[in-house]
């Protein structure tokens, strides 16, 4: 029988389901709703589908290396736990170089992408592992980069990738050099690469805070233009990469470093994992209790 939109759409509110997964599940069942649903539900998705409510703000990034193509990204689960799992582990590298080979532009558009060009949905197979791991698992954010032969990738994931960097250097081909900056970007945390990367509508703000603060501590205003500048120096210093004291060797600043390598920072990505997101209140007591009256 002909599979409705409508049909479709049923059957997504019902279970939460993919379009697709709902959609293939019809197919299977002739049309009938009650069987496509057990259908999904042997299948895990439906399974999957019951904990979208849930807070997923755990989890790790990856980083995946594909000669001049890389791919930083975070799949974020529901507890810290499950982050040590072989399976998940597999999960972030299955995904990263399905990313890597097949550049989706965004997470929807990866998720109802061939896993490596060939197999199941995406989506499905993170809906498989969801069923075997039994928590919320989600593909939040990644970022693509690419280079060419003369220039080097820097990656780097602290605590097993709690937070993940990953920098593009040109005029390098030295990897060492490059994740020395991942690594920096990971510890200090800057916005930018460089000053010219802050817009002036922020230097501007930046510079009126500073204006007034001058003023409410009784500066002269002849000579608060003067102290207003060398206080913009501060802030560019940390937020801009390029102008703070490298980690590794706090007497330079990191565009010293980098330019005595005959290189340049051409971009960074630092992710923090759950950075942004809400995260639940753990009551372990009560979580037990609600377990045992099941």
């Known amino acids: 029988m002909d ?8 059957l997504r509110e019902r279970t939460g389901a993919g ?3 709902c959609k293939k599940a019809l197919q299977e069942t002739d049309g009938d709703i009650d069987k496509a649903i057990d259908f999904l539900r042997e299948k895990g998705v439906a399974k999957a589908a019951k904990k979208a409510d849930r807070v997923a703000a755990e989890g790790l ?3 995946e290396i594909d000669n001049n193509s890389a791919v930083l990204l975070e799949v974020n689960c529901e507890t810290d736990f499950v982050t040590k799992n072989d399976q998940f582990k597999q999960l972030l590298s299955e995904l990263g170089k399905h990313i890597v080979k097949q550049n989706p532009e965004t997470v ?6 061939n896993l490596h060009g060939e197999g199941d949905k995406v989506e499905s197979y993170i809906n498989s592992i969801i ?12 970022t ?15 605590m097993g990738g709690s937070i993940g960097v990953l920098s593009l250097l040109e005029g390098t081909t030295d990897d060492e050099v490059a994740k020395d900056i ?16 802050v817009s002036e509508d922020e230097v501007n703000r930046e510079r009126e805070v500073l204006k007034t603060q001058a003023l409410n501590e009784g500066k002269p205003e002849k000579i608060v233009e003067k102290m207003v500048e060398g206080r913009l120096g501060k802030f560019f210093e940390e937020i801009c990469l390029l102008e703070q004291n490298f980690v590794k060797d706090p007497d330079q600043k990191v565009k010293n470093y980098v330019a005595d ?3 340049e920072v051409k971009t960074f990505v630092r992710y923090e994992v759950g950075e942004g997101m809400e995260k639940r209140e753990e009551n372990f007591a009560e979580e037990v209790k609600s377990q045992m009256k099941k």
């Not at 693509?144 to 602290?158: E, I, S, V």
């Open 261 to 263: 390598k005959g290189a």
């Open 108 to 113: 929807e558009e990866a998720l109802q992408q």
């Open 131 to 142: 069923a075997k791991i039994g928590e919320k698992i989600s593909l939040r954010r990644f």
């Open 144 to 158: 693509l980069l690419n280079k060419t032969d003369n220039d080097a990738f820097g990656a780097y994931l602290h």
């Open 3 to 10: 599979i409705t939109a409508k049909m479709v759409k049923e």
């Open 19 to 21: 379009m697709m997964d």
């Open 182 to 197: 991942a690594m920096h970007a990971a510890a200090v945390s800057p916005r930018y690469v460089s000053r010219d990367a």
């Open 61 to 63: 990034t990856h980083i």
